[in-house]
C-alpha cells in the first residue's frame, strides 16, 4: 500500500502530469505506445513500488525506450483512458528477453488495483498467454482511466517496445510471428541436415563444423524471441536463464573453429589463428562464469560476440586479399556482412533511428538465414573445387604418366644392356655366394655334430663311471664265491665219504657235525648269500642305467611319439649322475603328466643342456661345498606341459640373458663349450611349438621354464 504522505502528493500532482500525456483507446484497437505517452527512470539496484512512486521520472528520447543493460530495474509509468466501447485490451512488452515484468494497475485515486507479475523464475505454463512476449490484461473499463507502473528486470540490454492490442488483434500478430520463426527454424534444420549430409559424404570437418554453428545459432535467434522457452524446455526455468547466453556462445565457439578449418587459418596465417584462438577462449570464459554471474556472463558474450563478427570480417577480407584464388574467402565476406547489417539495422530500430516493424524486428534473423545460405554456397562451391583440383590432379597425372612412358621407353634400351652386364656379374657373384653358402651350412653342420659329439662324449663318459661301479662290485665277488662254492662241493664229497662208509650211524652223524663245526658251514651260508645279493644289486643297477640309456636316446627322434616327459627328465638325472657332486641336492616335483607328443630323443637333449649348464653354475658358486640346489618342475594345465629347471648358481646379467639363445655365445671358459647348448635347445622347443622363458639375477641363480603342447598340431 502506498504511502499516505505520497498518496496526498500524487492524489494533486498527477493530474496536471500525466493526465494530459495519457494513452487514449478508441474503437481502432492496435496503439503503440511511444515517447510522448510514457515517463521512465532506470535503477542500478532492486527498488520496490513505494520507493518507485518518489523517483524522477523522465521522458525517453525515443518512442522505444533503451535504457541499457543494469543489474537493477527499469521503471516505465503511464496512463491509459478507455475513450472506446471495448473493455478488453492486451498490454504487449514485445521483448521476450526480460527476466521479469511487474505490472502495477493504480486508480485515478492512486490506490493500487491489482498487480500482475509474469517472471522467467516459473515454468512458461504458468502464463495466462501462452506467448514467448510479456502480455497482461489492461482492465480499463470504457470512460474511466488507469495508472500503471511496469518494473523489468533483464540481463540483456533494456529495450521496451510496448503497444495496446485488442484479443483478435493479438491473435493475428501470434499468427505472424510463429509463421516467421517457423520460417526461419525450417530454413535451420534444412541448412543442418543438407550440410551434414555432405560431410557424412565428403568427411570434411569444415561441414561438421558448420552443422554445429548453424544449430548453435539457430537457438540462439530463437531463445532471443522467446521460442525455446516456450516449446522446448517450458518446465526448466533455471536453464531457460542461461540458455542464450550459452547457445550464444557455442555459436561464437562454432563460427570461429569453422571459420580457421574453412580458411585455412592455421595453414596459412599463424598469428590470425592465434587472435582467433583467443577469442574462442573468451567465450568459454563467458560458459564458465554462467555458472556464477549470469549478468557478468551476458556482458563477456557480448563483447566477445562483437569483436568476433568485425574479426572474423576483417580476417576474411585479409585472406580473400592475400589469397585471391580462395574463393570461400569471399563467400564469407559476403555472409558475415549481410549478418553486420542486420545486426545494424536491429540497432538502429533499437535506439529510435529506424520504425519499429516487422523488417527491422526480423532483421538479425533474415540476415542470419542469409548468411547460413552464403556460407552453405561456400561449402558447396569447396566441393567444386575439390572436383576442380581432383581434374587437374588427374590431368597432371596424365601428363606425368605420358612423360614416364617415354623415358621408361628411353631407359628400356640403356637398362637392357646394364641388366644384361649385370646378370652376368650377378651369376658369378651368385656362383660365389652358393659357394659361401655350402661352405657355412657343411661349418655349421661341423659344429651342431661337435656339439653333440661333445654332448655324446659327456654321456658315455657319465655312462661309463655310471655302469663301472655295479660291474665292479659284480667283479670283485666272483672270486669269494668261487672260493666258497668250492668249499661247498669238498663238503659235499667228505659228507658223501661219511655216508658210504660202515660207520655207525651215530658215528656217521657225530663226524658229519664235526667237519661241519670244522669249515663253519653256517657262515659260509651267510657270505654265500651276501655275496649273490651284492652281484645281484650290481646287475639291477646295470639294467637301470641301460634302460636309462636306452630312454634318454631314443633312435626315433625324428619322428613325432607320445613321450613320458617325467621318464625322460629321470633318465636325463640317471646319465649326469656322475657329474652331480654330493654337494647338489636335486629336488624332483613331478605332477601327473599326461602322454605328450615330442620328439623325445631331441626333448632329452634339451634337457641334458639346461641341465648341465645348470650344474655348471651351481659348481661355480659353491665349488664343490654343500648347499647347491637344483629343482625340477612339471606342470600340465589341460593344453600343455610346463617343465621348470631352476638352479641356485651364478646367476647371469641381463645382457647375457639377451645373446643366451645365439649360436657361439658362451660365457664357458676355451675348451669348455662351443655356444651352440642353448641355440639347439631354443631351436628343438620352436620345432616343438613351443616357448621357453629365461629368469634369471645374478648370484641366487637362473630359472629356464619351457612350454610346449601336449599335442602337435599340423600347419
Request: glycine fraction near 6%; proline fraction near 4%.
Amino acid at each position: 500500500m502506498v504511502k499516505p504522505l505520497y498518496t496526498v502528493f500524487l492524489l494533486v500532482a498527477l493530474p496536471f502530469i500525466v493526465v494530459g500525456q495519457a494513452v487514449v483507446l478508441g474503437n481502432e484497437g492496435k496503439r503503440p505506445i511511444g515517447s510522448d505517452d510514457l515517463l521512465v527512470y532506470k535503477s542500478d539496484t532492486y527498488i520496490s513500488i513505494d520507493s518507485a512512486l518518489n523517483k524522477p521520472f523522465n521522458r525517453p528520447d525515443a518512442d522505444i525506450p533503451n535504457l541499457g543493460s543494469t543489474r537493477g530495474q527499469a521503471w516505465v509509468m503511464f496512463a491509459v483512458e478507455n475513450a472506446g466501447r471495448e473493455a478488453n485490451h492486451i498490454l504487449k512488452l514485445a521483448n521476450p528477453n526480460y527476466d521479469e515484468v511487474v505490472v502495477y494497475r493504480f486508480l485515478p485515486n492512486m490506490e493500487l488495483e491489482e498487480r500482475l507479475m509474469i517472471s522467467k523464475n516459473v515454468p512458461f505454463g504458468d502464463r495466462k498467454y501462452q506467448d514467448p512476449n510479456y502480455l497482461f490484461d489492461l482492465k480499463v473499463p470504457p470512460g474511466e482511466q488507469r495508472f500503471f507502473y511496469i518494473s523489468v528486470k533483464s540481463r540483456t540490454p533494456l529495450i521496451i517496445p510496448m503497444s495496446i492490442l485488442l484479443p483478435e488483434q493479438y491473435i493475428n500478430t501470434a499468427t505472424d510471428e510463429q509463421m516467421l520463426s517457423g520460417i526461419y527454424i525450417g530454413v535451420i534444420l534444412i541448412m543442418a541436415v543438407y550440410n551434414f549430409l555432405l560431410f557424412l559424404s565428403v568427411l570434411d570437418r569444415s561441414y561438421l563444423y558448420y552443422v554445429g554453428y548453424v544449430l548453435a545459432i539457430g537457438l540462439t535467434q530463437m531463445g532471443l524471441k522467446g521460442v525455446n522457452f516456450q516449446f522446448l524446455w517450458s518446465d526448466s526455468p533455471d536453464f531457460e536463464r542461461l540458455s542464450v547466453v550459452l547457445f550464444a556462445s557455442i555459436a561464437g565457439i562454432a563460427a570461429l573453429i569453422f571459420t580457421i578449418n574453412f580458411l585455412e587459418i592455421k595453414t596459412y596465417f599463424r598469428r590470425i589463428h592465434v587472435l582467433l584462438l583467443g577469442l574462442v577462449i573468451l567465450f568459454c570464459v563467458a560458459i564458465v562464469v554462467l555458472a556464477f554471474d549470469n549478468y557478468l556472463a551476458f556482458m563477456i558474450m557480448q563483447s566477445a560476440t562483437t569483436l568476433t563478427a568485425v574479426s572474423v570480417l576483417i580476417v576474411a577480407v585479409y585472406v580473400a586479399y592475400n589469397r585471391p584464388k580462395a574463393t570461400q574467402a569471399r563467400f564469407f565476406v559476403s555472409a558475415w556482412s549481410v549478418l553486420l547489417v542486420g545486426s545494424l539495422i536491429f540497432m538502429l530500430k533499437d535506439y529510435g533511428l529506424l520504425p519499429y516493424n516487422t523488417f527491422t524486428v526480423y532483421s538479425v534473423q533474415a540476415a542470419s538465414a542469409i548468411e547460413m545460405a552464403l556460407l552453405s554456397f561456400a561449402l558447396a562451391d569447396k566441393i567444386n573445387v575439390y572436383k576442380k583440383e581432383k581434374e587437374e590432379s588427374q590431368e597432371q597425372a596424365l601428363l606425368t604418366l605420358k612423360e614416364n612412358e617415354r623415358l621408361v621407353r628411353e631407359q628400356n634400351v640403356v637398362l637392357e644392356q646394364r641388366v644384361q652386364e649385370r646378370t652376368h656379374a650377378l651369376q658369378e657373384t651368385n656362383t660365389s655366394l652358393q659357394d659361401a653358402l655350402n661352405h657355412l651350412k657343411e661349418t655349421q653342420a661341423q659344429l651342431v655334430e661337435a656339439e653333440k659329439m661333445a654332448s655324446l662324449g659327456q654321456l658315455t663318459a657319465g655312462v661309463a663311471h655310471e655302469i663301472n661301479n655295479p660291474i665292479n662290485f659284480v667283479t670283485s665277488n666272483v672270486a669269494p664265491l668261487k672260493r666258497d662254492i668250492r668249499i661247498v662241493w669238498d663238503a659235499m664229497e667228505a659228507i658223501q665219504r661219511v655216508a658210504l662208509s660202515d660207520l655207525p650211524v651215530n658215528e656217521k652223524e657225530h663226524q658229519i657235525n664235526s667237519y661241519k663245526e670244522e669249515q663253519d658251514i653256517e657262515y659260509l651260508k651267510t657270505e654265500i648269500d651276501f655275496l649273490l645279493k651284492g652281484m645281484h644289486d650290481g646287475a639291477n643297477r646295470t639294467a637301470e642305467i641301460v634302460k636309462s640309456l636306452r630312454i634318454f636316446s631314443r633312435v626315433d627322434e625324428d619322428s613325432l611319439k607320445f613321450a613320458d616327459i617325467n621318464e625322460g627328465l629321470d633318465s636325463t638325472l640317471v646319465i649326469l649322475n656322475s657329474v652331480i657332486r654330493e654337494g647338489i641336492h636335486v629336488d624332483r616335483q613331478y605332477a601327473k603328466l599326461p602322454m605328450v607328443e615330442c620328439y623325445p630323443g631331441k626333448l632329452n637333449q634339451v634337457f641334458l643342456n639346461i641341465i648341465t649348464n645348470a650344474i655348471y653354475a651351481i659348481n661355480k658358486k659353491f665349488n664343490g661345498n654343500s648347499g647347491g640346489i637344483l629343482e625340477i618342475c612339471t606342470v600340465a594345465d589341460g593344453e600343455n606341459v610346463s617343465i621348470s629347471i631352476q638352479d641356485n648358481g651364478t646367476g647371469m646379467p641381463q645382457d647375457i640373458k639377451e645373446k643366451i639363445f645365439e649360436p657361439f655365445f658362451t660365457t664357458k671358459e676355451v675348451g669348455e663349450g662351443t655356444g651352440l647348448g642353448m641355440s639347439i635347445v631354443y631351436n628343438t622347443i620352436k620345432k616343438h611349438k613351443g616357448e621357453i622363458t629365461i629368469e634369471s639375477q645374478v648370484g641366487e641363480g637362473t630359472k629356464f621354464t619351457i612350454v610346449i603342447p601336449i599335442i602337435q598340431q599340423n600347419g
